[in-house]
């Protein structure tokens, strides 16, 4: 059968991972979270000391950028795929608020994206992969066959991320995490390199009044279509 690539781009806290990871196991394709690559990048640079001045000084992490090697592994109790960082698990580590509140300004750094982009592209050149981030149809692969932009409302969002954050055990407040998701959309969006935009031949998906079963199956018709081409 046919292979694609499946990029799957969109605001935070859309659900994006949810449905890609649902996509690849039903396509016995390989699932790639980008994010938790920028994330992992973010947790290093805070790890050695790198962000905690304030200033946005980022040359330490530009130079140290060829030490950070970054692997995904399969987690043989959940089957799901983990981020490895140095040869470290980190994938809980990278999903606090504090790695969140500072991710979008390390994604913005023209060195690390360059860095994760071709890693990106390594990943995805075989075909049969769902990638999900920000940039993945406009930019590692605009040539991918299938394209979705998700999307909901900035408060149904914080909703969902309170939820995951205050099950996870963390102390937040909901006023805390809706800024989390307001300041990350404004970065995302403005920032000069690959900002956030829909391509102009995604679908898009407003998931604000939907559940996680239609949105699957929109999607995943959709792909059986491409595939069967
Ligand atoms: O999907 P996420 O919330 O885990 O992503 C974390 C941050 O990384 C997000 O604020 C934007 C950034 N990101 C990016 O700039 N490009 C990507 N392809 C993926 C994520």
Do not use: W
Request: with cysteine; glycine share 6%.
């Amino acid at each position: 059968m046919k292979k694609i690539i499946i990029a799957i781009d969109g605001y935070s806290s859309t659900g994006k991972s949810t449905v890609a990871k649902r996509l690849a196991k039903a396509l016995e394709y390989i699932y790639v979270d980008t994010g938790a690559m920028y994330r992992a990048v973010t947790l290093y640079a805070l790890e050695c000391g790198f962000i905690d001045d304030g200033s946005d000084n980022f040359n330490p992490l530009i130079k140290a950028l060829d030490a950070i090697v970054l692997r995904f592994e399969q987690n043989p109790e959940t089957g799901q795929s983990e981020i490895h960082l140095n040869n470290k698990n980190v994938e809980h580590k990278i999903r606090t608020l504090e790695v969140s509140s500072y991710v979008s300004k390390i994604a913005a750094i023209p060195e690390v994206r360059k860095k994760l982009v071709e890693q990106q592209q390594q990943m995805g050149a075989v075909k049969g992969v769902v990638m999900d981030g920000r940039d993945i149809g406009t930019v590692v692969f605009p040539e991918a066959e299938l394209k979705l932009f998700m999307t909901a409302s900035p408060a149904k969002r914080a909703q969902r991320r309170y939820k995951e954050l205050m099950e996870r055990g963390e102390e937040v407040t909901y006023e805390a995490v809706l800024k989390n998701v307001q300041d990350r959309d404004l970065i995302d969006s403005s920032r000069d390199v690959s900002p956030l935009v829909k391509a102009k031949d995604a679908m898009v998906l407003d998931n604000s009044n939907m559940g996680h079963e239609e949105q699957f199956q929109r999607i995943y018709q959709k792909a059986l279509e491409i595939i069967n081409s």
